[in-house]
């Protein structure tokens, strides 16, 4: 079933690459490559097979989100969400349920939901806010239960997808114990929920990540895992959704530049210089092997989820990731010259997409300090300056 998920993705590839110079242009929101992947069943990749899903592990989605990255950068970062959160919450075993305290109903609705995601449905994720970034510790948006469920009140950035999700992923603290983090799946069509046009970026500009304004009331099994507080402890026991997912997506970024690099200075007959060849041999070496920091990242999470060492890997994989993305990409624009920095031109947009790797979070200057100080000896997630989430 993943085998077939990425032939898919592989086969949708030059179909997304096709319209991606449009919508970056534009600015506008790939709904073409959307409806691809729920015409190939892409949406249902991390949802179990009992409920209708291809049940990928995390090496799976890494494959398929490389794949789909060599094609378009932004529609790859905004699927990276939605596998986020189904591949998040079809992760939660019986046996992790049981620990954590998650009702029946909860886990009930949780299948509800991953269903629908085999169906066809997408969500986004509602996370960061504007002078909080995406550490859950310090969110404004807050929640307090109402007959019947739970009202959400806040304002979120950043959210990539906004406008055309099916369901937002919002994390939001108690507001009567801002100490305890929640997340709630919030219905596109609630009323209350607006979307405010401001996503005019650099680089990743097709992926409407645009802020999301709630004044909401919400079912009370759109708790999710139906017990609060639990998106912190989600954070520690399942980084890799949280830092590593996105490195999936620049490793093909930064493969798509080699790519594209290649078939300009064929075409250009340019191929004969030496420093040219010199430029994509160490291009080509440098994304080699961050694809074998991602791939044993993933490999580990699959086998020892939430491990120390797993979990180092992890913030090895974002860090590597989206730092050689953007220096392979800067090296294959001079490789190509000054012809290949022209709007519309491939690698000049990923130039462009390829420096926002290292702003994703957990940002590059954070993961290596999480890694300094797991080399010192120390614990990454509580002596830091600041909190990690």
């Known amino acids: 079933m993943t085998l077939h998920a990425l032939e898919a993705a592989r086969r949708l590839a030059p179909r ?22 729920r015409a190939a069943g892409l949406f249902g990749l991390m949802v179990p097979r009992e409920l209708g899903g291809a049940g990928a592990t995390f090496a799976g989605y890494a494959a398929v989100a490389t794949e789909l990255a060599r094609g378009n950068g932004a529609t790859a970062l905004v699927f990276n969400m939605h596998a986020s959160v189904t591949g998040a919450l079809g992760a939660v075993t019986e046996e992790l349920a049981d620990a954590l305290g998650v009702p029946d109903e909860a886990l009930a609705a949780r299948d509800r939901l991953l269903r629908a995601a085999a169906e066809g449905s997408w969500y986004a994720v509602a996370m960061s806010e504007r002078g909080a970034g995406a550490r859950l510790s310090r969110l404004s948006t807050v ?25 937002y992923l919002v994390a939001a603290r108690s507001a009567d ?9 919030v219905p596109a069509g609630s009323e209350g929920l607006t979307v405010e046009p401001t996503w005019d970026s650099l680089g990743m500009r097709a992926t409407s990540s645009h802020d999301l304004h709630l004044d909401v009331t919400v079912p009370a099994d759109r708790l999710l895992g139906g017990v609060e507080g639990l998106a912190l ?35 250009r007959d340019l191929a004969g210089l030496p420093a040219v060849r010199a430029r994509l041999g160490r291009a080509d070496a440098a994304v080699a092997a961050a694809e074998l920091v991602v791939a044993e990242a993933a490999r580990r999470v699959d086998e ?5 060492e797993t979990n180092r890997w992890v913030w090895r994989a974002k860090l590597l990731a989206g730092t050689t993305a953007a220096e392979v990409a800067a090296s294959m624009l001079e490789a190509a010259g000054t012809s290949a920095t022209r709007r519309g031109h491939p690698l000049e947009r990923l130039y462009r997409d390829a420096r926002c790797g290292s702003l994703h979070p957990a940002t590059s200057d954070v993961c290596a300090d999480w890694l300094g100080i797991a080399v010192l000896g120390g614990d990454p997630d509580r002596d830091g300056s600041a909190p990690r989430w």
């Open 177 to 185: 114990d801002p100490s305890v983090v929640s997340q709630f799946l």
């Open 143 to 167: 929640y307090e239960p109402v007959e019947g469920g739970w009202r959400i009140k806040g304002s979120k950035t950043f959210c990539s997808g906004a406008g055309h999700a099916d369901g």
């Open 16 to 37: 997304l690459a096709a319209r991606a110079a449009g919508h970056d242009r534009d600015g506008s929101f790939p709904v073409e490559d959307f409806h691809d992947l």
């Open 304 to 308: 020892a989820p939430g491990d120390a």
């Open 233 to 267: 402890v989600v954070a520690q026991l399942m980084p890799h959704w949280l830092v590593a997912s996105y490195a999936a997506v620049y490793v093909g970024v930064a493969r798509a530049a080699v790519d594209a690099a290649a078939e300009h200075l064929n075409a």
